[in-house]
């Protein structure tokens, strides 16, 4: 069993998936619709947690539960017909040789089920799609054909559960909250408006309405069943509702209203008389609306099949055209996996983290790390709001390089959590740097770290160690200064406060303490003497590259910098105080303890060249520290760095009584860092492929297994092994391996680390999921949690930026391709098309000598058939000359390897 990719856009096709547990497919669009949806339809549609049309569910649901958005058909007043496979009658035959076939089809927000049943003699296609022009409704269009050689007579009747509230409620307060709704029919559908709502904001009064509408160009519904026990009656359930086994329907008509019970999308259609081989075509639309008649207004100008198709058509190609990064290699079935990882991102600016059924924790939204990892794809694709978004997103940053962890729905807003819960996440300080990097190398614009944005409050204070008592929420949730200001700092001021105070705050081994967790958030039970070797590493990396930055500033005559006076402490000349744990910790507090209310407000000026002298030096010292301290050696003769210890001190990784301990984390790092000297870059490939790498499973575990449930460490050793964090397949570190990889000229080795993942991933045997990455991949090769992972876009930016070598630097486009020989294609040629400086580009590589990486460089350019020489380094082209190229055509930019060697 498999799935068939169809063409170059991520469609594809798939026979039966109804056999295999767990899929689901999402559909939305960026007004909000959240829906997911399984090859018998299930799954939910929500707005927000609080705010669910269908009622939620979570991957257990999708099997479990008989709620779906069923569909019903009465054949001649007597046999009953699921659409969706959802009669008693078709689950009993589902793996005899009776089972009805099913074919999905799909791609980007559309799905089509077609279920055929030669019993009944009819074939149902059930299509659905989210608009993309924005309105808040999930659209399906039902059709049935009679495919038998006699007259039928079809009656449809749609059973789809509206629950219209809060996701809390599934347990708590269920009923109670039933007996808030208010249920009205109209001519055309039913519709549901809570008076209140019941969830963790409160009692409020309810301003949302639900609603199922249907119909065509010529009918709209005879009757109604508005209220779900009228249906599934006494005894019955929605596998079997009672209500259709009954002689004659007993149907509401419009107009009519009640209220306090659970209600239902029922909406009956006329008893149509069939033709052999004729079709009949209705649209159902399950819609939002801010008030009854905004909630109609978005739903029943799609009630015929030309609006529907319209939409569909529209919809289809609205996300064909926003996933705008297409390869052509040796590989087209990994050329067309690419699109799907392309396409992931978008999801997960969209879902969050929370709102597909395999929901990892939360109640909706995003966390700090996606806000800034999810902006990498952007700039491969879509990089044209990227500067607002990363300026506003540095408003989350607290005075003392923490960050707010409550993220609200739009930009740039961030939440206090009036539950005071402290928990601070070590690596948080890493990720604004490296995106910020990325985006002033593909653009060019380093007058971005000279513009200015507040500070977070809230009560948080001294990196979570203390309670600001004085501040109030009526205060606001922006750090203001001894004149009751709000105080603004540039960003460049922003990224040296988070790195430069996780420099000072360091354990008993003079690493960067773990406090509630790094990436790993399931490293969560070191608190008090936890290090994070691994993050450590990667902050000097950070502060290597604000000085690389400070100095690019220079160049441009840019040499002094109005930072807050507070900083002036975290900047040193003594170095002798990185080997001071004591004074280190001394440092940070004084820092801390001036800013723990409000800041003063005064600012001071500092050299540019003072500056990257610190930076480097603290930098420095970090490397070597590392270097001296944590290389460790198994008695198999592999070698490796550690990167944590754990909260009785003790050093993690290594030889133990009970077997090899290596984690993954902790050789992306230092291999990304630059920390692994050239050497030990090899050795940690070796040691990884011994101890790590499980092909069945796709690749690179996360850790061996400790054989222990290490509560000196982390929740995931509770985790039976293989398991999420606890030795899973985790693609998104996964990927930084194979990325650091790519970064230390590993070519090859970067190439396995992505290629077993896609390869496993791609075998739908073995990962049982659509196309595109999940989360991780269980001890069984199962993928898990999938679509919503940070993965996709750090998969994207590798295979561009170091597979593919396409990358900026400080606005221009250099080529430093690291593509093997086995990845062109025929003709000895491999292409990558994306945006760059506004300007759509087609870049081909051609490598006619059949070289690897490491044998071949750029030997010549040629743009739209003309060479072109740069005025800098032969392996790029100036920014100016991209920018002069004529906008809204294609631009063919074709690159000559020869054998001449690296540059």
């Not at 009064?205 to 009228?230: A, C, H, I, W």
Request: contains cysteine; glycine residues 10%; negative net charge.
């Amino acid at each position: 069993m498999k799935y068939e990719l169809l063409g170059e856009q991520g469609d594809f096709i798939m026979e039966n998936p109804d056999l295999v547990s767990g899929l689901y497919f999402p559909l939305a669009n960026e007004a909000g619709v959240m829906s997911s949806i399984s090859p018998d339809l299930g799954g939910d549609s929500k707005m927000d947690q609080n705010s669910f049309l269908l009622p939620p569910v979570s991957i257990d649901n999708l099997h479990n539960d008989r709620s779906s958005r069923n569909i019903w058909c009465r054949i001649n007043g007597k046999e009953l017909w699921s659409l969706t496979g959802r009669s008693a009658w078709q689950q009993a035959k589902k793996f005899s040789r009776y089972k009805e076939p099913v074919v999905l089809e799909a791609g980007f927000m559309h799905h089509k089920i077609t279920r055929i049943s030669e019993e009944i003699g009819c074939k149902a296609e059930l299509s659905s799609v989210v608009p993309a022009t924005g309105e808040t409704v999930e659209l399906m269009k039902i059709q049935i054909q009679n495919i038998s050689n006699e007259y039928k007579n079809l009656q449809v009747i749609t059973a789809i559960p509206m629950y219209a509230r809060s996701a809390d409620n599934i347990r708590d307060h269920r009923h109670v909250t039933a007996l808030l709704h208010r249920i009205k029919t109209t001519d055309c559908g039913v519709l549901v408006t809570p008076t209140m709502t019941f969830d963790e904001r409160g009692h409020k009064r309810n301003n949302r309405s639900y609603g199922v509408f249907g119909g065509n160009e010529t009918q709209k519904p005879m009757g109604y069943y508005p209220v779900l026990g009228d249906f599934i009656g006494e005894g019955g359930n929605l596998e079997t509702p009672r209500a259709l086994f009954e002689s004659c329907l007993d149907v509401k008509g419009a107009n009519y209203e009640t209220g306090g019970y659970e209600a239902l999308g029922g909406l009956c259609f006329s008893e149509c008389r069939v033709a052999p081989q004729e079709t009949i075509t209705y649209v159902i639309a399950m819609g939002y609306g801010k008030s009854e008649k905004d909630l109609m207004e978005n739903c029943c100008g799609f009630l015929s099949e030309a609006a529907f198709d319209r939409c569909w058509n529209e919809t289809k190609e609205y996300w064909k055209d926003k996933v705008n990064v297409s390869l052509q290699t040796g590989n087209s079935e990994f050329d067309r996996f690419m699109k799907w990882v392309s396409f992931q991102p978008m999801l997960r600016r969209i879902y969050g983290c929370s709102f597909l059924p395999h929901h990892d924790y939360g109640k909706g939204g995003r966390g700090w790390r996606d806000l800034w990892q999810d902006c990498l794809a952007l700039l491969m694709m879509n990089p044209g709001g990227v500067r607002q978004m990363l300026l506003d997103h540095f408003g989350g940053v607290r005075f003392d390089g923490t960050n707010a962890t409550i993220i609200g729905s739009g930009q740039g807003e961030f939440i206090a959590d009036r539950n005071n819960i402290t928990r601070v996440w070590m690596d948080h300080g890493i990720w604004p740097f490296l995106t910020t990097e990325l985006y002033i190398h593909q653009t060019g614009d380093l007058g971005i770290l000279l513009e200015s944005n507040s500070y977070f409050k809230d009560m948080q204070a001294v990196r979570g160690e203390e309670k600001d008592t004085l501040w109030k929420p009526e205060e606001g949730e922006r750090l203001k200064d001894k004149e009751n200001h709000i105080y603004t700092g540039t960003i460049l001021e922003h990224l040296l406060i988070q790195n430069l105070t996780s420099f000072y705050e360091v354990g008993e081994h003079n690493h960067i303490r773990i406090r509630g967790a790094d990436w790993n958030d399931a490293l969560d039970l070191a608190n008090e003497r936890g290090e994070s070797v691994a993050f450590t590493a990667m902050y000097a990396s950070n502060l290597d590259g604000l000085a690389a930055l400070l100095a690019a500033l220079g160049a441009q005559g840019i040499n002094e910098f109005q930072l807050a006076e507070e900083i002036l402490v975290l900047l040193t000349e003594d170095v002798t105080i990185y080997d001071d744990i004591n004074r280190k910790k001394e440092i940070l507090a004084e820092y801390c303890n001036k800013s723990i209310h409000q800041v003063s407000g005064e600012k001071m000026t500092i050299r540019g060249d003072r500056l990257q002298k610190d930076l480097k030096g603290k930098a420095e010292w970090i490397y070597n520290h590392i270097r001296e301290t944590e290389w460790v050696t198994s008695k198999d003769g592999h070698g490796w760095y550690n990167g944590y210890y754990d909260n009785s001190g003790n050093k993690v990784e290594g030889d133990h009584e009970t077997g090899v301990r290596m984690m993954l984390t902790s050789q992306v790092f230092t291999l990304m860092s630059g920390t692994a000297t050239n050497h030990q870059v090899r050795e940690i490939v070796k040691s990884a492929n011994a101890y790590l790498y499980r092909r069945e499973v796709g690749g690179y575990r996360l850790n061996t297994d400790f054989h222990e449930v290490k509560m000196d460490l982390g929740r995931m050793f509770g985790f039976a092994y293989g398991h999420k964090e606890n030795g899973a397949v985790f693609s998104h570190m996964a990927v930084m391996f194979g990325n650091a990889l790519y970064r230390r000229q590993a070519s090859k080795e970067g190439y396995g680390a992505l290629f077993a993942l896609f390869d496993h991933c791609s075998d739908f045997e073995k990962s049982r999921i659509y196309p595109g990455i999940p989360e991780y991949i269980d001890a069984s090769g199962r993928g898990v949690y999938h679509y919503l992972t940070g993965a996709a876009s750090w998969y994207l930016v590798t295979v561009l930026t170091q597979m593919f070598g396409i990358r900026g630097y400080y606005g221009n486009l250099t080529f430093r391709p690291q593509l093997l020989k086995e990845q062109f294609d025929e003709n000895n040629q491999a292409s990558a098309s994306l945006e760059f400086a506004g300007r759509s580009l087609k870049i081909i590589y051609k490598n006619p000598e059949q070289l690897e990486p490491e044998t071949y460089q750029v030997h010549g350019i040629t743009i739209n058939g003309v060479s072109y020489q740069s005025g800098r380094q032969d392996s790029m082209i100036e920014r100016e000359h991209i920018i002069s190229l004529p906008e809204h055509q294609l631009h063919i930019i074709e690159i000559s390897l020869n054998g001449m060697g690296r540059d």
